[in-house]
C-alpha cells in the first residue's frame, strides 16, 4: 500500500468521525497525521548523500544499502535498492573502464603479472 492510499484512507476515517461527531476537526487531524507520515521517510539529504556514496565509492554504498534497508522507514527498502543498483553500475563502470585503459596501453593484466619480479618488489622495500 502507497502512501497516497494510506492518506486516502485516513482521510475517509476522519470523515466518517466528523459525521459521527460535529465537534472533531477533520482539517487538524489531517495536518498531524500528514506530519506523521513525513516523519516516517528517509531525509532527501540522507538519500543523496547515500546515492553520492554509492556512485562514488561503490562499496560504501552497500552500507548505506543496509542502512536504508533496516531503518524502518516507508521509503527505507526502495532507497537501498537503489543504492545497491547504483553500486553495482559503478562496479560495472570502473571495471570497463580499466579494461579500456589496458587494452589500450597494450599491456594486459596477464603481462603485468607474469613480468613483475618479486626479488625487485622486496628490494624496493628494504
Given at each position: 500500500?502507497?502512501?497516497?492510499?494510506?492518506?486516502?484512507?485516513?482521510?475517509?476515517t476522519?470523515?466518517?468521525?466528523?459525521?459521527?461527531?460535529?465537534?472533531?476537526?477533520?482539517a487538524?487531524?489531517?495536518?498531524?497525521?500528514?506530519?506523521?507520515?513525513q516523519?516516517?521517510?528517509?531525509?532527501?539529504?540522507e538519500?543523496?548523500?547515500?546515492?553520492?556514496?554509492?556512485i562514488?565509492?561503490?562499496?560504501?554504498?552497500?552500507?548505506?544499502?543496509?542502512?536504508?534497508?533496516?531503518?524502518g522507514?516507508?521509503?527505507?527498502?526502495?532507497?537501498?535498492?537503489?543504492?545497491?543498483?547504483?553500486?553495482?553500475f559503478?562496479i560495472?563502470?570502473?571495471?570497463?573502464?580499466?579494461?579500456v585503459?589496458?587494452?589500450?596501453?597494450?599491456?594486459?593484466?596477464d603481462?603485468?603479472?607474469?613480468?613483475?619480479?618479486?626479488?625487485?618488489?622486496?628490494?624496493?622495500?628494504?
Open positions: 500500500m502507497d502512501n497516497e492510499e494510506k492518506i486516502s484512507q485516513e482521510l475517509q476522519l470523515q466518517q468521525l466528523a459525521q459521527q461527531d460535529k465537534k472533531i476537526d477533520v487538524s487531524l489531517l495536518l498531524d497525521a500528514l506530519q506523521k507520515q516523519q516516517n521517510l528517509l531525509s532527501d539529504k538519500k543523496r548523500w547515500g546515492y553520492l556514496i554509492s562514488g565509492v561503490p562499496p560504501f554504498g552497500l552500507l548505506f544499502a543496509l542502512k536504508f534497508y533496516f531503518s522507514k516507508e521509503d527505507g527498502k526502495q532507497a537501498a535498492y537503489l543504492c545497491i543498483a547504483l553500486t553495482v559503478s560495472v563502470l570502473f571495471w570497463f573502464f580499466v579494461k585503459i589496458f587494452s589500450s596501453s597494450g599491456t594486459s593484466v603481462q603485468i603479472y607474469n613480468n613483475t619480479n618479486i626479488n625487485d618488489i622486496k628490494s624496493l622495500y628494504q
